[in-house]
């Protein structure tokens, strides 16, 4: 089956770096993906991995190691834009197509 | 060029009744998703077009819900007797191709059933 797991809720100050996990377990994995989220607004995508390691895009840089089934979602310099939920999601490869699978997403609040 | 749109924004309706939902995808973009987000729950992936045929729709909750997508453009979700289960924002997505790993968001369509 499809299991995605990350915390519900996160806290932390302006300008202060905060690491977001996600471990997933699921079949025909074929990527995993960070998406943010604000408040009545549709997911944009911050990131995406395939292959282990990190992959590093200005304030965000986000790891996978998929022998562990295990990504984190790395924010530095924190803003307050930047709260919001951050949505961690595992593309699935099935014979007909592809498809993301959510985990319900870590709602940051940043405070001044 | 024009992101994914959607409409309604809103819906309210009454339990019981019919209701569809439609995404403009991007332009050129042959693959579509629906997805569905509930109070408290991430999003749950409901169907997937690749040009005009749907080759998965295990994701889709029940019968009561179908869709279609015509022109290679336009899909349309329809659920049947709604139910206040059905309450959710439904938001739609597209890609380039089943290959094209990011997939673009449309802004959703927030359903409520009283």
């Known amino acids: 089956g499809q299991n995605i797991d990350q915390p519900t809720e996160m806290t932390a100050t302006e300008g202060a770096i905060v690491q977001i996990n996600c471990t997933y377990q699921?079949?025909?994995?074929?990527?995993l993906f960070w998406y943010q989220q604000h408040a009545g607004e549709a997911p944009t995508f911050l990131s995406y991995n395939v292959l282990d390691g990190l992959e590093e895009k200005g304030r965000f840089s986000s790891f996978l190691s998929r022998s562990k089934g295990y990504s984190y979602l790395l924010l530095k310099e924190l803003q307050m834009k930047d709260s919001a939920s951050y949505l961690c999601a595992v593309r699935a490869r099935w014979q007909a197509g592809t498809a993301l699978i959510f985990g319900k997403g870590t709602t940051l609040s940043v405070s001044s | 060029g024009a992101g994914v749109s959607q409409s309604p924004s809103n819906k309210v309706t009454e339990k019981g009744k019919d209701v569809e939902l439609r995404c403009d995808p991007i332009s050129g973009h042959t693959a579509l998703y629906w997805y569905r987000q509930s109070l408290g729950q991430g999003l749950e992936f409901l169907i997937y077009?690749?040009?005009?045929?749907?080759?998965?729709k295990s994701g889709l909750p029940s019968d009561r819900f179908s869709a279609e997508r015509t022109g290679g453009s336009v899909s349309t979700l329809t659920i049947q007797r709604t139910q206040q289960e059905d309450s959710a924002v439904y938001l739609c997505?597209?890609?380039?191709?089943?290959?094209?790993?990011?997939?673009?968001f449309g802004p959703g369509t927030r359903l409520t059933v009283t």
């Open positions: 077009f690749q040009g005009n045929s749907a080759p998965d």
């Open positions: 997505a597209s890609s380039l191709n089943r290959e094209d790993y990011e997939q673009y």
């Open positions: 699921t079949s025909g994995f074929n990527g």
